[in-house]
């Protein structure tokens, strides 16, 4: 137990007392302690600079209303930003593997170009919600910089 420091209740209070989660009996005796130990005033300010660290991370990150499955820690994050390139990756090479297979199918220039309309019209959509993500990646990134 610290040397110096008369405290004669639990570390525990001391957050209890950052929350205002006190009885009044417990908050007083805090306070009063609090007003005449510096190592604990020291000890109460670390904590409350870790709270609002933790709470304005949480409630900071997603705000992303169009992802509503926004995930919330870190890895499940990155996970998350893995996981769209991957996607991305799939829709190619499935796609340009179907449309390979449609095309030495298609029996005439109509089939071909029907073919071609649709597969760059799918491919334009998307472009658009590709280019609209990275933006999205882009203003988190500065987001996360200006903190
Ligand atoms: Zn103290």
Redesign the pocket.
Known sequence: M?EQ???TFDEVLLSGYLDDALVQGDEQRVRV??ED?????T?VEELAAVREATMSSTFDTPRDHEWPEMPRTGASRLAHGMGWPLVMAWVVLFGGYALWELWTEAENLLEQLILVGGVSGIGLLFLRVLIDRLDALKTDRYREVQK
Not at 37 to 41: K, L, N, P, V, Y
Request: charged share 15%.
């Open positions: 610290p420091c008369g405290r302690h609090l130990c510096a190592t604990c005033r000890l």
